[in-house]
Structure formats: C-alpha cells, structure tokens
C-alpha cells in the first residue's frame, strides 16, 4: 500500500502542494485528474523521491520513503515503476542499453539474465525489431513503448504514469492502454496515473481524484466520478470544451 499523509511541495514561495494525503491500497488504480501546472508531475515525483517534500510523509509498504537512507532508498525503489512524462528517455543509449538501465543501476542481475529481461518486455511492448535503435529514431509513440518497458522491467509492484497516452496516435495510445490494462490484471500491479484523458481515466480507474489548490478536492470511486454533480465530471466537461473549443478555432 502507498500512504501520501499531508504533502507539502513549495518552490520558492510557489506552493504547489499544499497538504495532499490519500491511501492507495494493494491492487487499486488511482487517476489523478487536475489543470495543467497544478502540480500533478510534482506529487509523483515526491512519491519516489525524484522530488523531496518539505513536510509530509510517503509510506511505500509502511517505510516512509521521504527519509529513507540510501540504501533504504534503493530498496523501497525497486519496487516502484515509474513512466515519466513523454517517456524521459536517455537520448544517448539505445533501446536495449534505455530498458536495461534499472537492471543496471540496482545490479541484481547477470549479463544473461538482463539481456533474457529486455527481450521480453521488448516483445512484450511489441518492439523487439527496435533493440538497437535511439530514441531520435522513434516516434513518440515508440518511444512511450519503450519507456515502459523500462518502467516494468524490475517486475514492480507499484507503477506510476505520468500522462501515458498524451500526445500518441490513437493506435499507439490504444496498445499503451491495453498493456496497462494487462498489467493491472494480469500482474496485479497497483497503479498511480496521471491523465488528462477522461477515457482513459475510466477505463483504467478504479478510483478518480481531482488535484485544485494543492489538495486532492475530490476522491470518487469510477462510477461516482462520472455522474454529474461529481466535481471531476465537471472538471472533464471543461477540458473537453477547452479542447473542443481550441480544435474549432484552428
Ligand atoms: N523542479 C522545479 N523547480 C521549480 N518549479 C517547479 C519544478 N517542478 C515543477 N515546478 C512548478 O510546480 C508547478 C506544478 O508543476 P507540475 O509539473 O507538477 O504540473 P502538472 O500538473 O504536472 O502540469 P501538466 O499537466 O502540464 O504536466 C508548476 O508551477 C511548475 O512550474
Ligand atoms: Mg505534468
């Protein structure tokens, strides 16, 4: 279970969170909804510790990861998949050398036990012909593919996604979507994602919270999150008269 209790977030004077806490049990799927810029990149990040909270605490299986020691650290991380924002890949390594990093970095494993791993979960996000390839060589699409990937390979417990299927064709945000589907189901893995994307938050969400003002304004089970005097219901109906809107005006 993750435990977000009372997060705070401020960048010099800029408070971008401002107390948000939330469980999120074995097995659930939370979507985290909210404007662009509101903080929703940020509170992942404190969830792993890419980012350090002022105050607050995140328990990963009850060990607050927020004051963990290195050691700690490295632990509690290898049981977290994280697929940041566009994918983050490194530009400089090859699509083998990208998904093989995390193997790399925490040395659990044998040569031929990571290069069996990579196969694998490059079959598995259909592109074993790309094993060579660099990023630049990929379309965006691909390259999300790639980053999770990398993002399943230490067979995590817990996977967070930042904005999976933004800015991918609809085919490619499709095979995105079924894998994390797959991975929920199959795997059992307890997901955090962030969308701006109403369908995918509801095919995906178990449950649904709204990020405004630096706190977590709404937590709605799927169904609740939907119906129409929800704030997130009316939250998706704003977004999806802004994009409308901006598509009639080009
Ligand atoms: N490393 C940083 N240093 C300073 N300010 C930051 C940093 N990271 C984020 N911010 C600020 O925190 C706020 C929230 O950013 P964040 O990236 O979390 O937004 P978001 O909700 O993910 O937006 P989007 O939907 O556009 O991805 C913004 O004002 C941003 O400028
Ligand atoms: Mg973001």
């Given at each position: 279970?993750i435990?977000?209790?009372?997060?705070?977030?401020?960048?010099?004077?800029?408070?971008?969170?401002?107390?948000?806490?939330?469980?999120?049990?074995?097995?659930?799927?939370?979507?985290?909804?909210?404007?662009?810029?509101?903080?929703?990149?940020?509170?992942?990040?404190?969830?792993?510790?890419?980012?350090?909270?002022?105050?607050?605490?995140v328990?990963?299986?009850?060990?607050?990861?927020?004051?963990?020691?290195?050691?700690d650290?490295?632990r509690?991380?290898r049981?977290i998949?994280?697929l940041?924002?566009?994918?983050?890949?490194f530009?400089?390594?090859?699509?083998?050398?990208?998904?093989?990093?995390?193997?790399?970095?925490?040395?659990?494993?044998?040569?031929?036990e990571?290069?069996r791993?990579?196969?694998?979960?490059?079959?598995?996000?259909?592109?074993?012909?790309?094993?060579?390839?660099?990023p630049?060589?990929?379309?965006?699409?691909?390259?999300?593919?790639?980053?999770?990937?990398?993002a399943?390979?230490l067979?995590?417990?817990?996977?967070?996604?930042d904005?999976?299927?933004?800015?991918?064709?609809?085919?490619?945000?499709?095979?995105?979507?079924?894998?994390?589907?797959?991975?929920?189901?199959?795997?059992?893995?307890?997901?955090?994602?962030?969308?701006?994307?109403?369908?995918?938050?509801?095919?995906?969400?178990?449950?649904?919270?709204?990020?405004?003002?630096?706190?977590?304004?709404?937590?709605?089970?799927r169904?609740?999150?939907?119906?129409e005097?929800?704030?997130?219901?009316?939250?998706?109906?704003?977004?999806?008269?802004?994009?409308?809107?901006?598509?009639?005006?080009?």
């Amino acid at each position: 279970m993750i435990r977000i209790v009372d997060l705070h977030k401020s960048f010099e004077g800029n408070l971008v969170l401002d107390g948000v806490s939330i469980d999120i049990p074995d097995s659930d799927s939370l979507v985290i909804v909210g404007k662009s810029g509101i903080g929703k990149s940020v509170l992942l990040k404190c969830v792993t510790r890419l980012l350090v909270p002022d105050c607050g605490r995140v328990y990963i299986d009850d060990e607050d990861i927020t004051v963990a020691g290195r050691d700690d650290l490295l632990r509690i991380r290898r049981k977290i998949g994280l697929l940041l924002q566009e994918g983050a890949l490194f530009d400089s390594l090859d699509v083998y050398e990208n998904v093989a990093f995390p193997l790399w970095y925490h040395r659990l494993f044998t040569r031929g036990e990571i290069d069996r791993k990579v196969r694998h979960y490059l079959d598995i996000v259909e592109m074993p012909e790309f094993i060579h390839a660099f990023p630049d060589e990929l379309s965006g699409g691909m390259k999300r593919k790639v980053a999770l990937a990398r993002a399943m390979i230490l067979e995590p417990k817990y996977l967070l996604y930042d904005e999976p299927t933004t800015g991918l064709d609809p085919m490619s945000a499709g095979i995105v979507e079924s894998m994390m589907m797959k991975l929920k189901r199959e795997m059992n893995i307890t997901s955090l994602i962030v969308t701006h994307d109403p369908d995918l938050a509801h095919y995906i969400g178990e449950r649904i919270a709204l990020l405004d003002g630096g706190k977590l304004v709404a937590v709605e089970t799927r169904d609740g999150a939907f119906e129409e005097q929800s704030p997130i219901y009316e939250y998706f109906i704003h977004t999806r008269e802004r994009v409308h809107n901006n598509h009639g005006s080009h």
